[in-house]
T-cell receptor, first 113, second 113 residues
Framework: KQEVTQIPAALSVPEGENLVLNCSFTDSAIYNLQWFRQDPGKGLTSLLLIQSSQREQTSGRLNASLDKSSGRSTLYIAASQPGDSATYLCAVRRNNAGNMLTFGGGTRLMVKP | NAGVTQTPKFQVLKTGQSMTLQCAQDMNHNSMYWYRQDPGMGLRLIYYSASEGTTDKGEVPNGYNVSRLNKREFSLRLESAAPSQTSVYFC????????????FGPGTRLLVL
């Protein structure tokens, strides 16, 4: 059974700091990995999707990397801003699981002005 | 486009009552999903519909039923609500194929007393 873990569960940083969020998964036979953002009381917004054949994806100040063999992904946020405060979730899609996703518990990020 | 919409936004039920959560998408997506989100546990898949006319169980299907009414709509029914079903429920959809990104609705907050 695929298990996805995100550490830390919560993180507080001052504005302007570069930071890294971690995601690990137990079964390396994945089809893709997605990072989502969730604002309080809201649904999820997809940030980046990395296919299993890719090593990284970039969107603006966000960069996600994937090391499938070690079962790890990181989300790098450059020059953090208070508007980045949210919960970040990673999710993996297994090879033989249609488009079903297995989610981690999320990292709650607070960026202080 | 409204994207993925869910009704109601909030509901309080007594144990044993029944209700249906509604979900609709206007993106002509093939696949639709129901998740529940509990504190510290990420999202867990309840049921999904890979295409119109098909439904399959996810990770936590017990106590729920679903109906893919047409391509746009996917409903989730609780026949006899239990306090353990207190949660936030999210509906999602995806085009699939080369566009695997899942798009989420705003959620329904359910409290079962």
């Amino acid at each position: 059974k695929q298990e996805v873990t995100q550490i830390p569960a919560a993180l507080s940083v001052p504005e302007g700091e570069n930071l890294v969020l971690n995601c690990s998964f137990t079964d390396s036979a994945i089809y893709n990995l997605q990072w989502f953002r969730q604002d309080p009381g809201k649904g999820l917004t997809s940030l980046l999707l990395i296919q299993s054949s890719q090593r990284e994806q970039t969107s603006g100040r966000l960069n996600a990397s994937l090391d499938k063999s070690s079962g790890r992904s990181t989300l790098y946020i450059a020059a953090s801003q208070p508007g980045d405060s949210a919960t970040y979730l990673c999710a993996v899609r297994r090879n033989n699981a249609g488009n079903m996703l297995t989610f981690g518990g999320g990292t709650r990020l607070m960026v202080k002005p | 486009n409204a994207g993925v919409t869910q009704t109601p936004k909030f509901q309080v039920l007594k144990t044993g009552q029944s209700m249906t959560l509604q979900c609709a998408q206007d993106m002509n997506h093939n696949s639709m999903y129901w998740y529940r989100q509990d504190p510290g546990m990420g999202l867990r898949l309840i049921y999904y519909s890979a295409s119109e006319g098909t439904t399959d169980k996810g990770e936590v299907p017990n106590g729920y039923n679903v109906s893919r009414l047409n391509k746009r709509e996917f409903s989730l029914r609780l026949e006899s609500a239990a306090p353990s079903q207190t949660s936030v429920y999210f509906c999602a959809s995806t085009l699939g194929g080369t566009r695997p990104t899942q798009y989420f609705g705003p959620g329904t907050r359910l409290l079962v007393l």
